[in-house]
């Protein structure tokens, strides 16, 4: 557990409920289920899962986009549901996506875009120290000034907006990031450059969310990594530990998918698919990963997370 000042960020049995459809079709998916973990300063936390985890659910509720159905998250231990000023709010916490072609107001050069990041967040400093401090961080993402701030968003690549997208969370000396799948778009090489530029904001006292299918990625750039399934943690903890003795058969089998690890995010991106599995003998109350699991005797019932060794926790009633 994180104390005091080393603690950012924390989710407190986060829940998320989805009800679509109507009567006969009516659907109720508890997309995120009791979640807890926490993010330290200068801490990257690695979320992943298969598709429809709840990964991006979590994200979205970090960033007020989406309110939990139950539970809390709290930043300096405030409920951020709580927290009435929400530019202040954004001024410390901010998300970046898959598509960053989104992010950014399509009529506007990159130079209006930084200007806009100190009228409304950093009015103090003065102008001429705003572009030196702009140029500086352009080149610790790895962008030249000169190449990028008079272009248009549309003149420039997923990996170079990635990039100014984390340059103006430095800017901004933001606290906590959500980094949803930023990644997921880019070709290899560029992957690297987004990686790095990531771990600049780690460098400045951030805590990260990295959102991520890719474990060769989160292997490379965490220090901890909760693992998903079905809106529940099934494994947290210490990313070596995970990594190097992982002990619930749904981390097992994600890991068995990678090949070495010695060679992660240079290899081709390794994807965590649904198996689409009808979860035919699942029952509430028990085991969410009943019917894909190796070691059940379908009996299982729902398992409460049990520390095993210092910083690692797994959930399985069979341990
Ligand atoms: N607005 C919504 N209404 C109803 N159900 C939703 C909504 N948003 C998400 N869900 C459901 O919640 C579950 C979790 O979705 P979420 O997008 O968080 O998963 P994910 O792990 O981020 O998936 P992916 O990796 O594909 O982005 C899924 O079953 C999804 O269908």
């Known amino acids: ?85 929400n530019k202040e709010f ?34 103090e400093v003065p102008a001429s120290e705003w572009n030196d401090r702009v140029e500086n961080v352009l080149k610790k993402v790895g ?16 990996g170079q907006l990635q990039r100014l997208l984390i340059a103006r969370a430095l800017l901004m000396d933001v606290e906590v990031l959500v980094a949803d799948e930023i990644t997921s778009m880019l070709d290899a090489s560029t992957r690297v450059d987004v990686l790095e530029a990531l771990l600049s904001l780690k460098e400045i006292g951030a805590a990260i969310m ?21 809106g ?15 002990r619930h058969p749904y981390t097992q089998m994600l890991l068995d998918a990678i090949p070495q690890l010695d060679s992660k995010w240079e290899t081709d991106r390794i994807d965590i698919e649904d198996s689409d599995k009808t979860h035919a003998t699942w029952k509430e109350g028990l085991c969410k990963y009943i019917d894909r699991c190796p070691i059940t005797d379908t009996s299982c019932v729902k398992p409460i997370l049990k520390l095993i060794e210092e910083d690692h926790y797994v959930a399985c009633a069979k341990l």
């Open 1 to 85: 557990m994180l104390e005091g000042e080393r603690l950012m960020i924390k989710a407190k049995n986060l829940t998320k409920i989805f009800n679509s459809g109507f009567l006969f079709t009516k659907n109720v998916v508890a997309a995120v289920d009791d979640v807890n973990f926490e993010i330290g300063k200068g801490e990257i936390l690695a979320l992943v899962g298969e598709s429809g985890s709840g990964k991006s659910t979590i994200g979205k509720m970090m960033l007020k986009l989406l309110k939990p159905s139950g539970g809390q998250i709290l930043l300096d231990d405030k409920d951020i549901w709580n927290l009435s000023n």
């Open 90 to 123: 954004y001024s410390r916490v901010q998300g970046i996506f898959q598509d960053p072609f989104s992010s950014f107001n399509p009529i506007f050069k990159v130079n209006r875009v930084f200007k806009l990041v100190r009228q409304s967040f950093k009015k």
């Open 143 to 158: 962008l030249n000034a000169g190449e990028v701030l008079n272009k248009y968003i549309h003149q420039l690549s997923g």
């Open 210 to 230: 990295f959102i991520t299918h890719d474990l060769s990625q989160a292997y490379y750039i965490s220090d901890k990594i909760v693992v998903l399934y079905r």
């Open 232 to 246: 529940s943690v099934v494994e947290m903890g210490s990313i070596e530990k995970v990594f190097s003795n992982p």
